[in-house]
């Protein structure tokens, strides 16, 4: 169980990062959704002893992370948005290099945990090619497997499938569920498919702030009957905006569909799903309302 109390962050040039952040994380896979901006990178950084918060507690089973950073490394594994490599070594190189890095010195123990992550991460038959020559996804395939070495019990992934085509995409959700099932796993993240497909439990962070937290399908019930959708003329959005409480909208073949939130069904209006997208549109709205 990762434990974050009253967690503040703010930045030398007075940008509060973070804003009384407070979350309990179980094992599993816990997705963190949030726009650019949210603190989602900062909360990570914390989480990850990259940087100490201003105030509040981070806690890991017996591990005060705050106090004691050293202990937490030896049992995180950390995917960041960006993490560079030697573009001109070979996967197996790098990985046995950062292998030793993180402190597996033995030879035959090394060459085990090197060969088996990278038959785990579907890497084997590229082990030899250079870094420079992997595509997005494998590279973020790569990057779990970095991830993974000393079998740690928290693993975390900041945006992991931006920029993946949908294969990639759907190859390095596999291997994070696969993974989530016996560590806690945090999957921060803006694309909201990558959470519905596989998180049991998720926060929505905005403007720093906790601002809604529960299992996705709890959260996708209490939507139902509240949200309606309907095809407009885009020159007639500012007035449905003035009207009603419009949560997203999107172009399809020339025409917009907005989809706005009701307790009540509104004149010339149907029904819409309530899936996860409206959850999180819905609460970014209501963040917007009372910033």
Not at 24 to 46: D, F, H, Q, V, W
Request: aromatic content about 6%.
């Amino acid at each position: 169980m990762l434990s974050i109390k009253n967690l503040v962050h703010v930045y030398p040039n007075g940008v509060r990062a973070l804003d009384d952040v407070s979350l309990e994380i179980p094992t599993g896979m816990y997705g963190l959704l949030g726009p650019n901006g949210a603190g989602k990178s900062t909360l990570m950084r914390s989480i990850a002893t990259l940087q100490t918060p201003t105030s509040g507690a981070i806690q890991f089973g017996d591990i005060d992370v705050v106090k004691e950073p050293e202990l937490l490394r030896q049992t995180l594994g950390y995917l960041p948005q960006d993490f560079g490599v030697y573009p001109r070594v070979s996967a197996y190189d790098m990985l046995d290099h950062m292998a030793v890095l993180k402190g597996i010195a033995g030879g035959k123990e090394r060459k085990e945990t090197v060969e088996g992550l990278l038959n785990q991460v579907n890497l084997w038959t590229v082990r030899k090619k250079a870094l420079a020559g992997f595509s997005g996804g494998m590279r973020q395939r790569f990057g779990i497997a970095q991830a993974l070495i000393g079998n740690p019990r928290l693993i975390i992934v900041d945006e992991p499938t931006a920029g993946l085509d949908p294969q990639e995409r759907n190859r390095f959700l596999n291997l994070l569920a696969e993974i989530g099932e016996n560590v806690v796993v945090i999957l921060s993240t803006h694309i909201v498919e990558d959470v519905a497909d596989l998180c049991p439990r998720m926060a929505v962070l905005a403007g720093g702030r906790i601002q809604l937290e529960g299992a996705p399908t709890d959260l996708m019930q209490a939507m139902q009957g509240r949200v309606w959708r309907k095809t407009i003329a885009k020159e007639d959005l500012a007035d449905h905006e003035a009207r009603h409480q419009v949560i997203s909208t999107r172009l399809f073949a020339g025409r917009t569909v907005i989809h706005v939130l009701a307790d009540q069904r509104p004149d010339g209006f149907e029904p819409a799903p309530g899936g996860l997208e409206d959850v999180y549109f819905s609460t970014l709205a209501a963040s917007r309302k009372a910033a």
